[in-house]
């Protein structure tokens, strides 16, 4: 096949988008026109639930656009979701995820396929240089999530990864190849390896519409990708435990040792209520992270879907997929 009978599938998530996605469209259909002596694009836009016009704006571009795709969930499911949603119904020979806010500049995508098209790579990713615009308070919990994410899981995202990532057929596949419910993406395309390259950019703040993610949200997002891949947590139950018992060892030595040379005097409450809480503490801190591995095996366990579709326009599958 030449390189200009390919097709580029560019999947866009969007929850609540109506104020920014004419520009969005405008931009990319300027960026496919770029492209166009490259590869075909289609595009195949996620309506993860939205409250607003979303939905018909998208239905009025898939009306008059035949390259324009959708999905629309019957609620919100989440950005995880959705992305998993366009992985699943692309049909393209390479695929890039990116925002629907223009806060992944389509003007990258040229450079991103050329990349892509060397054959060198099998993932073009980008990555934020820096964090403008953004509550610093954010910005400095987001940068200890991936030092910590790097130190305890095994997978190695750098710092300021975005989803905004092309990707080869064969790379989609082995995304999709990955069954759980419960998805951390970056981790994910991190885990299944491939040749990455990770190209810098500033960020770009919002044109319109509001970010959808609160400052908790994240917090839950990075506990997840924690527990999504990494067992460490599990661990310190074993090490602290081995430790306490180590000090409490030495402690019974020294009590020993204390009575049969000065004899005792009944004291050491303070002593014995602190080691108490101490222990109390600890054994429920350990409780609670066994409980959030298991309340993610359980849901696990159920095999609910991803996400439910409410409505879809896709084109016809123009290639067979392979799997991995
Ligand atoms: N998004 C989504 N479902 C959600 C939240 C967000 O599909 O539940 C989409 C959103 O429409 C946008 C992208 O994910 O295209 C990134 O969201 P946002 O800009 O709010 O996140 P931020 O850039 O602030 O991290
Ligand atoms: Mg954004």
New binding site residues.
């Given amino acids: 096949m030449s390189d200009k009978e390919k097709i580029l599938s560019i999947v866009?998530?969007?929850?609540n988008?109506e104020a920014v996605l004419p520009a969005f469209y405008d931009e990319i259909c300027r960026t496919a026109d770029e492209l166009k002596d490259r590869v075909d694009c289609e595009f195949l836009f996620?309506d993860?639930g939205s409250a607003d016009a979303t939905l018909s704006i998208l239905k009025g571009y898939a009306g008059s656009d035949e390259r324009v795709h959708y999905i629309s969930f019957s609620r919100?499911f989440?950005?995880e979701a959705?992305i998993y949603a366009g992985l699943q119904n692309a049909s393209g020979d390479y695929v890039v995820v990116m925002?629907?806010?223009l806060?992944h500049p389509p003007a990258f995508l040229s450079q991103m396929l050329d990349n892509i098209r060397s054959g060198e790579y099998d993932s073009v990713a980008m990555r934020r240089l820096d964090r403008k615009g953004e509550k610093k308070i954010r910005a400095w919990f987001s940068a200890q999530f991936y030092k910590l994410n790097q130190k305890i899981s095994g997978v190695d995202i750098p710092e300021g990864a975005t989803d905004f990532r092309m990707m080869t057929r064969q790379m989609v596949d082995a995304v999709l190849s990955m069954p759980e419910v419960n998805r951390f993406t970056k981790g994910i395309f991190t885990w299944v390896g491939f040749r990455t390259l990770w190209l810098p950019y500033h960020n770009v703040e919002?044109p319109a519409g509001t970010?959808?993610?609160s400052f908790w949200s994240l917090v839950k997002y990075s506990f997840n990708g924690i527990l999504a891949f990494s067992t460490v947590p599990l661990a310190i139950a074993s090490v602290l435990g081995a430790i306490i018992c180590l000090g409490a060892f030495l402690m019974m030595i020294w009590v020993v040792f204390k009575t049969l040379v000065w004899g005792d005097a009944v004291g050491g409450y303070p002593t014995l209520i602190t080691v108490i809480l101490f222990l109390g503490g600890i054994q429920l801190l350990m409780i609670g992270i066994l409980s959030q591995y298991f309340s993610k095996t359980y849901m696990e366990t159920k095999h609910r879907p991803v996400y439910i579709a409410r409505e879809k326009k896709l084109g016809r599958p123009r290639r067979k997929k392979d799997s991995v």
């Fill in positions: 866009v998530p969007c929850y988008e996620i993860d919100n989440g950005k959705a925002d629907a806010d806060q919002r970010s959808k993610w």
